[in-house]
């Protein structure tokens, strides 16, 4: 096979670098975790060699970091090959570059700032090394850029000349060439460029947050007025207030984002519309009930926190006064929000950082500390994403709600965890917090919420993303999030009921001359715990798809995945005679097992397991007759009744279930039966006496022989979503 003669084969290119950090955004690892595989005593270490890694320990790097088996061979080869310092030669395969270079580079795509990326970005384009950038390299960047635009599925129909002109203003001093310091003052205020790079910069007041979008009907210009035009994505448009440019304009000094707080206490308690010009055609006017109809240009007006659409001239008339509309009782407007001169808060009382609490969402740019003021008889809602919770399901949601609620109210847990949020309405009386993501991005906020010695314990809603999700099916959220309007979600939300939830603590104390077994993912228990079957096939399900993330990217391909681990479960039959393996004491109270064939010990908090699945099953509502009332003992082991015997997620009370194999998992799954009722009880310990598998709240590992105590820990406030309408004929 002859060597390519193209180059730009060899060479890194805009592509490879947005590439690269979509990879990173997804991956759960930092740099700092794979370099310990480098050491002396890692898994690693024999692909070292001094301070250096050949192509195979670089190829083996990303892999652990990226936590991914496909990526792209060719654009792994010229990775390594833009660290290497001389030209490629024929004897590639025997060179080395050195780790601390590689990971110098990803830490910076990890958690660097946009000015060093843009300083990254310059060393890429300046070919000659020279410190400046020529015409020639110039008219390559545009081009590299143009092949970026294409790849991130922009129009470039009239991308071309929008470039040239950018990087002419780039040229401050008109010199011909573009040198590092112009690059990365010139690159900081320029839209196009950093929205190219995939460059987040942090929002500022009055700062639009810029996205490219695809809109599938006439939108005009909020800056020349014009019509974006092309087939894919045609123009910016901001994720709070819906302005919307060309890419040519967003450097034009276009009209400010909408204001997040205000500058004073004095202008609390003011409320007044923020209105965004245009796009709002063939939409009813809410002032005259006419149809707001388009002249070829902007037309009407609609407003960011009550989202109610004018005319223009009814906008006019309108009193200044907004209502904030049908989510008043979520939002927090900027009228509730304003800046005050103090010392920062003692965060030793707050259970939070000294970074969490100073982070600059919750300050303004000069220092003031932001302070809320809320609007009488409202609830505002603290919302917590996880972007990377159901694929891009998270990030999309992110965006959703900025717009819906003020952008200082939602925050992004991938940049700075729920600290900052949580300061932020610790001095408010009553508020909500809403959580979108899996059911352990829930467990996580919960011990944020402990941690943080709040005064009041909000209750928390769940908007499941991703799969599973057995809390959230619990409290009547559903078991995934489907692309509904989150407006309804919203008014869900605002008539739902507070239940508590009890939460139990975990302690495993692995016996003593026993080799150290998988690390415990938690040390608290929200829905389940389980030793046997059914955290062999988590297990085995866990780790094929570290292996293999992409085989794992849908619903539908997760149940066969985990259908084919429970086949293969049934024939090894690996937890056979659980019972010769353990004892199980609760209260101090031994369980008698030798009665039953088990492969598996299910303790239960809530009764969802598995993606929906009720282990103790359903309890006749006749059956419980009589006991309304009365107080449960700290322990039930009585067959009988426990037959009549119903779970509760606040009773302070564990079902413990048995389960007899993999085919009884898939009749539980498919709710033709129930698992074996072996007690309730206030608390549990549990000792086994060989390795064995082991799950808690859906994150298995396997366990060296070991003591486990399970106590209760505390009760969280949950909100219950109301019960849904009948939609047929008949109730």
Known sequence: MSTPTNPEVKELSPVDFIQLQQYIEYCSLKVKDVLREFDADGSLAQHRHGECINEEGFRLFLKTYLEVEDFPVDLCQRLFRSFQNSEPTQEDSAKEVFLKDVSCYFSLLEDGQPRDKLEFAFKLYDRDGNGVLDSSEVDRIIAQMMHA???????????????????????????????????????????PLLVLLGLKVTQKDGQHLWRMKHFNKPVYCNVCQSMLLGLRKQGLCCTCCKYTVHGRCANRNPAPCTRTYVKSKKETGVPAHDWVSGNCDSRKCDKCQKKIKSFGGLTGKHCVWCHTMRHDECADQEPTECTCGLLRDHILPPWAIYPVIKERPNNVKNGCSASADDSELNTTPDGQVLQISPVPNTHPLLVFVNPKSGGKQGERVLHKFQYLLNPRQVYNLSSGGPGPGLSFFRSLQDYRILVCGGDGTVGWILDAIDKANLLVRPPVAVLPLGTGNDLARCLRWGGGYDGEDLSRILKDIEGSSQVLMDRWSVQVITDENEEKGDPVPYE???????????????????????????????????????????????????????????????????????????????????????????????????????????????????????????????????????????????????????????????????????ALPMQIDGEPWMQPPCTIHITHKNQASMLMAPQAKSSGFFK
């Not at 929008?162 to 010139?186: F, P, Q, R, Y």
């Not at 129930?674 to 000792?687: E, F, G, W, Y």
Request: proline fraction near 3%; hydrophobic fraction near 35%; glycine fraction near 8%.
């Open 524 to 690: 608290i228990i929200n829905n389940y715990f389980s030793i046997g079957v059914d955290a062999s096939i988590a297990h085995r399900f866990h780790t094929m798809r570290e292996k293999h993330p992409q085989k794992f990217n849908s619903r539908m391909k997760n149940k066969l995945w985990y259908f084919e681990f429970a086949t293969s479960e049934t024939i090894s039959a690996s937890c056979k005679k659980l019972s010769e393996s353990l004892t199980i004491e609760c209260c101090g109270t031994p369980l008698d097992l030798s009665g039953v064939s088990l492969e598996g010990v299910a303790v239960l908090n809530i009764p969802s397991m598995h993606g929906g699945s009720n282990l103790w099953g359903e309890t006749k509502k006749g059956d419980t007759k009589g006991q309304a009332g009365q107080e449960e003992p700290d322990v039930i082991i009585d067959p009988e009744i426990l037959k009549v015997t119903s779970q509760d997620l606040s009773d302070r009370r564990l079902e413990v279930v048995g389960l007899e194999g993999a085919m009884e998992m898939g009749q539980i799954y498919t709710g033709l039966k129930s698992a074996v009722r072996l007690a309730k009880t206030s608390q549990i310990t549990i000792r086994t006496k060989k």
């Open 149 to 191: 635009a294409d790849y991130l599925g922009w129009d470039v129909s009239e991308l071309r000349p929008v470039l040239k002109d950018m990087m002419t203003a780039i040229d401050a001093d008109s010199s011909g060439t573009v040198s590092l310091e112009e690059w990365v003052e010139g690159g900081m205020n320029n839209v």
